[in-house]
């Protein structure tokens, strides 16, 4: 698994379940991610986690086949509860 270091933050997106039709439309708001990693200077959130992030906040990598998102923890907007 990835170790992210300081206050970086590693996510994945949260997939809702797929409808027989959808109009997909692109808008800018915040999408819902789970937190997989935290590195070992962040405080405000948890692994397992579900947040949103500040849009263009992100750098996205592959590991072992699965994308993930690396975030700073000041790019966390909110938590959902």
Do not use: C, H, W
């Not at 109009?23 to 200077?41: C, L, R, W």
């Not at 906040?57 to 938590?79: C, F, H, L, P, R």
């Amino acid at each position: 698994m990835l170790q992210p270091l300081d206050k970086r933050i590693v996510i994945k997106p949260i997939i809702p379940p797929k409808k027989e039709s959808v109009i997909i439309v692109k808008d800018e708001s915040p999408a819902s991610f789970e937190v997989v990693a935290i590195g070992d200077d962040v405080t405000k959130v948890n692994i397992g986690d579900k947040v949103l992030i500040a849009a263009f906040s992100t750098s996205e990598v592959t590991y072992e086949g699965t994308k993930y998102i690396i975030v700073n923890e000041t790019n966390i907007i909110a938590k959902v509860v």
